[in-house]
């Protein structure tokens, strides 16, 4: 299995297992070409994690459904409707769907199908890109948290900054154009959705967006190829999002779940339409007024990959400091959270596992 241990193999040094998968550059992916029949061990998940994994589905619509929401009236007088969608389903649920959104199905199918083509490289054509470290502003691996978790799950990711610098000559060329207008169009969306939240708390329209300058924007494609043991591992593990938003676009193919009253209930996905969820920050500054709720991915159990572009919204500035919004604190409804530096924030972030929530780390 081009030099990496396989799953037969009696004795298991994970450390060693890791090290020889993170060497070889390979990612998830590389691992599918090589041939495998079974998962390395380093990709088997723990009993807890998969005693509760249930393929996707279509359910019937019921109070745990995701809402979709048509956005096309935000600047007209059926704005306040709108707003009041959103701020629904931002409390109820932390993530919605949103459709008549203004950016072209042309946009999101070619960028779909470009970062699909990086992915499907062969390995060699990939390796310049695999790093951990984000100097350039492009990385390309397989688990951000390979060394930290429990378990490795079965995807690779690109991830690309798109602000506050974006080195466009840095993208790999294979995507670089489309990479580059699905950012404007995603860019313009981002200010209308952070627009509606913002009114749905109470404050003006732009009151979030002047808050949180400067921002970070970054760009995840996730990358889920067929896994040939989809019952031992995940495509990505429970976990929140951190900063304010989130805005995912899905392919075809069904995966994502997001936990409502404890019950996992699948985000299907709808031709045409947006996936928004809350982050953490926003949970925050919004004095738990929006929620940020746990999602997962589970193992791509059909022969074509599956694929999903987030673009997270962030705060980049590590020294600001971050609490609920005066606005928002009462003596009716008392701060839900500490105050505390963004700085803080990523370090606890990027030093535990991905499935440990950074809220319980903040709570007042």
């Known amino acids: 299995m081009t030099g990496l241990t396989d799953t037969t193999q009696q004795a298991f040094d994970r450390a060693q297992e890791l090290k020889q998968f993170e060497e ?20 088997v998940h723990p009993p807890e994690t998969l005693s509760d994994l249930k393929p996707a589905q279509p359910r019937p619509v019921s109070a745990h459904s995701i809402p979709t929401i048509d956005i096309s009236g935000h600047d007209s007088g059926w704005r306040p409707s709108v707003i009041e969608e959103v701020v629904h389903a931002a409390r109820e649920l932390g993530f919605f769907q949103v459709v008549n959104h203004g950016v072209p199905n042309e946009v999101t199918g070619h960028t779909i199908a470009a970062v699909k083509a990086f992915n499907e490289q062969p390995t060699e054509a990939k390796a310049g890109v695999y790093r951990r470290d984000f100097k350039t502003g492009v990385r390309f691996l397989s688990n951000v948290d390979l060394f930290n978790s ?26 670089r154009n489309e990479v580059m207008e699905w950012n404007q169009q995603i860019q313009r969306l981002e200010g209308i959705l952070m627009g509606l939240l913002s009114e749905g708390l109470g404050l003006s329209p732009g009151k979030l967006q002047e808050l949180t300058r400067p921002e970070r924007r970054t760009m995840v494609a996730n990358y889920y190829p067929c896994c040939p043991q989809p019952d031992l591992t995940v495509g990505f593990v429970s976990h929140t999002d951190p900063g304010l938003i989130a805005v995912l676009l899905q392919d075809h ?16 996905p709808i031709p045409g339409a947006l996936v928004v969820n809350i982050g953490d920050i926003l949970q925050i500054m ?8 746990d999602h997962r ?30 606005e928002l604190v009462s003596s009716d409804k008392p ?18 596992p991905l499935e440990e929530s950074m809220l319980n780390y903040f709570r007042a």
Not at 286 to 293: F, H, T, V
Not at 335 to 348: C, D, H, I, V
Request: charged share 20%; with cysteine; glycine share 8%.
């Open 286 to 293: 919004s004095n738990g007024e929006y929620k940020s709720a």
């Open 335 to 352: 701060a839900a959270f500490r105050q505390f530096a963004m700085g803080e924030y990523l370090k606890a972030l990027y030093t535990a």
């Open 150 to 175: 429990k378990a490795a799950s079965w995807r690779d990711s690109l991830h690309i900054r798109l602000e506050p610098q974006l080195d466009t000559e840095e993208i790999p060329e294979v995507c």
């Open 297 to 326: 991915v589970l193992a791509n159990l059909n022969r074509e990959a599956r694929l999903s572009i987030a673009v997270f919204y962030n705060l980049s500035d590590l020294e600001v400091q971050v609490g609920p919004l005066p």
């Open 24 to 43: 070889s550059k390979l990612g998830v992916q590389g691992l599918v070409d090589s041939g495998i029949s079974s998962i390395p061990r380093i990709f």
């Open 253 to 268: 193919l069904p995966g994502l779940q997001v936990k409502h009253g404890g019950v996992w209930v699948d985000v299907p």
